[in-house]
Structure formats: C-alpha cells, structure tokens
C-alpha cells in the first residue's frame, strides 16, 4: 500500500472525530445562560441553546428545558418571548 495512504489513516479518525465532537460541545452554560433576556426571543434562544430536550404548552404558556439532570436551563415562554427563566447546576 502507498505510504501516504497508510499515514493518511492515522490521523484521518482523529481529526474527523475531533470535529464531530466539537460539533456536540454542551451548550448548556453558565456563559450561555448569562446571555438570556427577559424578551427574548424563542428563535434567539434556540440559536444559543440549540433545540430543547422537551417543551410544554399550558394555554399561552411554554416551558422548554435544556439539557439534563444535573445541569439544566428551563424557560418559559409567553407568545414567543422569554417570561421567566431558570437554571440549576451551573
């Protein structure tokens, strides 16, 4: 086989499971919840947080919460703007 290729698997994996690791960083952050607003947006809050582990609806109501136990950011949204929000573990 061609010493290149040979040489080309051994840091091939690597690298590319590096940049698909760094794809998966933890947005769930003291940083990122410090950047939160009262107001703010649903689609502002997804773009920093990512999609939410889980939402529910109660009338006007929606609480969304981000990641998982022990670190978690829970906001709850009336229309598509931040009423209050929450975190716990960070």
Known sequence: MNP??????????PVTLGLALAGCENKVSREN????????EYAK????LGEPENCQS?????????GKEPKTISVQ???EKILFYSNSGL
């Open 33 to 40: 919840y410090d950047k939160l607003a009262i107001g703010q």
């Open 58 to 66: 109660v009338v006007t109501v929606k609480n969304c919460v981000w």
């Open 77 to 79: 949204f009336m229309g």
């Open 45 to 48: 809050v997804v773009e920093l």
């Open 4 to 13: 290149f290729l040979q040489n080309m698997k051994c840091w091939v994996l």
